[in-house]
C-alpha cells in the first residue's frame, strides 16, 4: 500500500516568516494531495489540495508544489501569524478512493 | 447544515465493555470512513463505505465492526474493548473518488 512520509514532525517559527513541510509518498498511482489543519480538541479541516495534473496551486498566504517525478510536495505558508499554529498533515490518494496521512507537523508561530 | 456529527464526544469504558461510536452526516456524501489517531500518529483507517449496504476494511480493523444502513449514518462497534483501543476516533466524509474529506471533531475513547 501507499506509504506517506512527513518532516519535521514539529516546527516553530517567528511570527511573519515562511513556514514549509514537506511529504513523500511512495505509489506512483496516488494522483490526490490534500493538506489539512488540525486545530486542539477538532477535527482535520482541508486547507489547500492538489491534483497530480497540476504543479502548484496558491490560495493567499498557502501555496503547495507538487514533484511527481520525485513524489514529493510541499506545502508553504508565508507571512505566518500566531494563528497558523495548529498540526498539518498531508496525505494522499489513488485508484482505491483511501487516503493515506502522513504522521503529521505541529506549528508554532512566536508572535 | 451540521456537516458531520459524533456522538459521544468523551467516554470512558472498562476493558470487555461493548459501545457503539455515532457518525452522522447531513451532505448527502456517498463515501464515509472511520480513522483512529494516536499522539504523534497520522489517522489509520479503520473501516470505510462507499454507499449504504457497502463496507469495506481499511488498514487497522481488528476489534472494530461498521454497518451503513443508510446514507446519513456509519456506526462503529466495539465488542470487547481493549486498552490499545484507547485512541481519538474521527469519522469523515467524502462525496466522491478524489474530492476532499470532512471529518468530525472526534470521540475521545479511553479504556480502562
Known amino acids: 500500500g501507499e506509504n506517506v512520509e512527513q518532516h519535521p514532525s514539529t516546527l516553530s517559527v517567528q511570527e511573519g516568516d515562511s513556514a514549509v513541510i514537506k511529504c513523500t509518498y511512495s505509489?506512483?498511482?496516488?494522483?490526490?494531495f490534500p493538506w489539512y489543519k488540525q486545530e486542539l480538541g477538532k477535527g482535520p479541516q482541508l486547507i489547500i489540495d492538489?491534483?497530480?495534473?497540476?504543479g502548484e496551486k496558491k490560495d493567499q498566504r498557502i501555496a503547495v508544489t507538487l514533484n511527481k517525478t520525485a513524489k514529493h510536495f510541499s506545502l508553504h505558508i508565508t507571512e505566518t501569524q500566531p494563528e497558523d499554529s495548529a498540526v498539518y498533515f498531508c496525505?494522499?490518494?489513488?485508484?482505491?478512493?483511501?487516503?493515506?496521512f502522513g504522521t503529521g507537523t505541529s506549528l508554532t508561530v512566536i508572535p | 447544515n451540521a456537516g458531520v456529527t459524533q456522538t459521544p464526544k468523551f467516554r470512558i469504558l472498562k476493558i470487555g465493555q461493548s459501545m457503539t461510536l455515532q457518525c452522522a452526516q447531513d451532505?448527502?456524501?456517498?463515501?464515509m470512513y472511520w480513522y483512529r489517531q494516536d499522539p504523534g500518529m497520522g489517522l489509520k483507517l479503520i473501516y470505510y463505505?462507499?454507499?449504504?449496504?457497502?463496507?469495506d476494511k481499511g488498514e487497522v480493523p481488528n476489534g472494530y465492526n461498521v454497518s451503513r444502513s443508510t446514507t446519513e449514518d456509519f456506526p462503529l462497534r466495539l465488542e470487547l474493548a481493549a486498552p490499545s483501543q484507547t485512541s481519538v476516533y474521527f469519522c469523515?466524509?467524502?462525496?466522491?473518488?478524489?474530492?476532499?474529506?470532512?471529518f468530525g471533531d472526534g470521540t475521545r475513547l479511553s479504556i480502562l
Open positions: 496525505a494522499a490518494s489513488g485508484a482505491g478512493n483511501q487516503f493515506y
Open positions: 505509489d506512483s498511482a496516488s494522483n490526490y
Open positions: 492538489i491534483r497530480s495534473n497540476v
Open positions: 451532505m448527502n456524501h456517498n463515501y
Open positions: 463505505s462507499v454507499g449504504a449496504g457497502i463496507t
Open positions: 469523515a466524509t467524502q462525496p466522491g473518488t478524489n474530492q476532499p474529506q470532512h
